[in-house]
């Protein structure tokens, strides 16, 4: 399928998407908001400012579906300074240094440690949504291995868990944006809740 195909399921499922759900996992009164797509310029602009070339599927996404929205968790972050506000902003113009071979984790804590003293942990991405907690989901734009740039990563350092891919649950291959966009989507029309960064890491990486 050409990614125009891709933009148009997604939409439609954006369209059906049913009522949030609250705290207690009932169905919410309230839609879920999405703001407009913001313009191509503006995608050119921040391109620009950044010395980074956004995903094809991400852009595509901002600049033809939705610039951001309150889902899914605390809600889809755009490119708008103000939106980086939710999460620690990153250098997305560095290579970020990890892969999915051969990700952060507190494995080896002397390299642990020594990784987020160098600031490794916050180059290359931009910021998704976040759950709270410390606990964000981020696109990588830039990377060292040009095979993880466009890949969806899970971040938290502050339950050390580490910097981890996601995956697909069927594939086990990384997720790109709109892979990972469509399986919250899927999990809401299923009358469940979108899954959180750590249920899409791979179990062998996590510290539990």
């Known amino acids: 399928m050409s990614l125009d195909d891709d933009l148009r399921r997604v939409r439609e499922k954006m369209a059906a998407l049913p009522p949030r759900l609250d705290p207690q996992g009932r169905p919410s009164s309230e839609p879920v908001a999405w703001r407009p797509p913001c313009r191509e310029a503006e995608a050119a602009a921040w391109e620009a400012e950044h010395g980074v070339a956004l995903p094809a599927d991400y852009r595509a996404f901002i600049t033809r579906v939705a610039g951001s929205g309150d889902w899914p968790h605390c809600g889809l972050i755009g490119l708008d300074a103000a939106d980086w506000d939710k999460i620690d902003t990153p250098d997305p113009a560095v290579p970020f240094p990890f892969s999915p071979a051969s990700p952060l984790t507190p494995a080896d804590e002397t390299a642990y440690r020594g990784a987020l003293r160098r600031g490794e942990a916050d180059r290359g991405w931009i910021p998704l949504c976040t759950e709270g907690c410390g606990m964000d989901t981020v696109l990588v734009v830039t990377a060292v291995d040009p095979g993880t740039a466009g890949t969806v990563w899970y971040v938290d350092v502050a339950h050390d868990c580490g910097v981890l891919p996601m995956v697909h649950p069927a594939t086990g291959a ?16 299923a009358g469940e809740e979108e899954p959180c960064g750590s249920d899409l890491v791979p179990p062998g990486f996590l510290p539990w």
Request: proline fraction near 6%.
């Open 174 to 189: 990384p997720l790109r944006f709109l892979e990972w966009f469509e399986l919250c989507l899927d999990a809401q029309a």
